[in-house]
């Protein structure tokens, strides 16, 4: 390994590690590109051809296979010697041409798994989480260095990288911060309520930036929120632990579903067992029953009906303790698991119904409470997504256009409900309507990254090819291709 670094080529560095002995067998480069956000074609040609000079997918990929920072040849002296909130709010005339490099995807130091890795993050990131108030105003020198006085009873750099996620730093007191650097020092003495409540600030802010920001820009904050809370729970009490593990439960639950959306399904059923584990040692049983809903929804991406519905029903225990939401929800899933085996349709529509009675008798829950983004909206969506597999996609269009013509959806799941939208209009014999929906929700996807839109959209192709020759349908197909 050491000799493939030297190299300063990270393909015979893939290679190396691919083929190391210590994996008793020889990494498929299936295997390993599934680990690196690539193809095989992609990570083949990086193997063989010339060595790759993008600094942020250098950055990417070292940190996906925890190299240490020392023997990297793309080391940053500045800002390893900086703290980062010093380089985030530098002009950049300031900086040297490879740390301006480096801003292009921004840094952030987190944890994961127990090693401290520099995770890019890209400028608009950066940019709306307010990074750069860490250190006030740089038209106010004066204020920057009071503020760095007053933090002078820990070190700012050494708190960033004991994992926090430093998107949501701004947010705190000078008091908060002292107190959560204290904890994260010596978390058996110090980790307490405020701190889990910080985590779960944390969480709740990258839940609600999601759909704006998209899963790439998300996942960063929330792999170095995880890394912390996996950390931390080894040295605490076993109350706080299992608090702990309460909040990493939902993390892990949420981080499965952002690497749903870009389509890596090993990574996303890593995360919802993990999920699993951290709600089962806290004793959270409603968030059991829920990574089982998300489980049997993974299964609908995947076209694995009976799978999907034995989840569903699992989900739909008793024991699980589920709030009236969630029951909602699990019943709907059900639903959609017996339109897609050929139940009759009147078993089904009977399915949605009580869904709607649950729903429409649960309690007003907290902004955050679990399933409290299953709403009247979400619910009358997925009912047209059930009748779409229900052989009825002329009503299920209908649906969709009642909800998406409101406006009240986030920006990425707009773009996915257009693309079923997209593919019941298909279905109903509307290509040329079909298509102008897709192209603008192929808009959408791109912007927000989600690979998940994008596969809907590709069987919306598939299901226009008949009408290949009609303009518009060319036209979604350009666009959808470029």
Do not use: C
């Amino acid at each position: 390994m050491r000799e493939a670094l030297a190299s300063w080529h990270m393909g015979h560095v893939f290679y190396a590690y691919r083929s190391n002995p210590w994996h008793g067998r020889v990494l498929s480069q299936e295997a390993m590109a599934s680990w690196l956000d690539l193809t095989q074609a992609q990570l083949s040609r990086i193997e063989s051809g010339k060595p790759p000079q993008d600094l942020g997918k250098l950055m990417r990929w070292a940190h996906s296979l925890k190299i240490p920072a020392d023997l990297l040849w793309f080391k940053l002296p500045e800002i390893e010697r900086a703290t980062v909130t010093a380089v985030v709010t530098a002009r950049p005339e300031e900086l040297a041409p490879k740390s301006q490099e480096a801003l292009a995807g921004g840094l952030l130091p987190v944890v994961v798994n127990g090693r401290t890795v520099l995770v890019p993050v890209d400028p608009e990131t950066i940019a709306a989480s307010g990074l750069g108030s860490l250190v006030g105003s740089s038209a106010n020198p004066s204020a920057q260095a009071t503020e760095r006085d007053s933090m002078s009873p820990f070190n700012r750099r050494e708190f960033l990288t004991n994992g926090v996620a430093a998107i949501a730093l701004p947010g705190l007191g000078l008091d908060e911060l002292q107190h959560i650097a204290s904890a994260l020092d010596d978390a058996h003495r110090y980790l307490d309520g405020p701190v889990i409540d910080y985590f779960r600030r944390v969480l709740d802010k990258a839940k609600r930036d999601d759909g704006a920001l998209g899963p790439k820009k998300t996942l960063p904050v929330m792999l170095g929120l995880l890394g912390a809370i996996e950390s931390q729970a080894r040295d605490v009490k076993p109350g706080v632990r299992r608090e702990l593990l309460a909040v990493g439960a939902d993390g892990a639950e949420f981080a499965g579903w952002l690497y749903r959306d870009i389509q890596k399904p090993q990574a996303a059923v890593f995360w919802y067992d993990r999920a699993m584990e951290w709600a089962q040692e806290a004793d959270n049983a409603a968030m059991q029953g829920y990574v089982l809903l998300k489980k049997s929804q993974m299964a609908y991406d995947e076209r694995d009906a009976l799978r999907m519905l034995t989840l569903a029903q699992a989900a739909g225990h008793d024991r699980w303790q589920l709030p009236a939401r969630v029951r909602a929800e699990v019943t709907q899933q059900e639903a959609l698991g017996r339109a897609m085996l050929g139940d009759p349709l009147d078993a089904v529509r009977g399915q949605l119904a009580h869904a709607e009675t649950l729903l429409t008798n649960a309690s007003d829950d907290e902004p955050d409470a679990l399933g409290a983004y299953f709403t009247g909206p979400t619910r009358v969506l997925r009912d047209a997504i059930t009748l779409t597999e229900a052989g009825k996609p002329g009503l299920a269009a209908d649906l969709f256009s009642d909800v998406l013509n409101a406006g009240t959806l986030s920006r990425r799941d707009t773009g996915f409900f257009n693309a079923r939208r997209a593919a019941a209009l298909a279905l109903s014999g509307e290509p040329d309507e079909a298509a102008k929906v897709g192209k603008a929700s192929a808009a959408v996807a791109q912007e927000v990254k989600s690979e998940r839109t994008v596969r809907v959209l590709g069987e919306v192709l598939q299901t226009l090819d008949r009408w290949r020759s009609r303009p518009a349908v060319r036209e979604f197909r350009e666009t959808l291709t470029a």
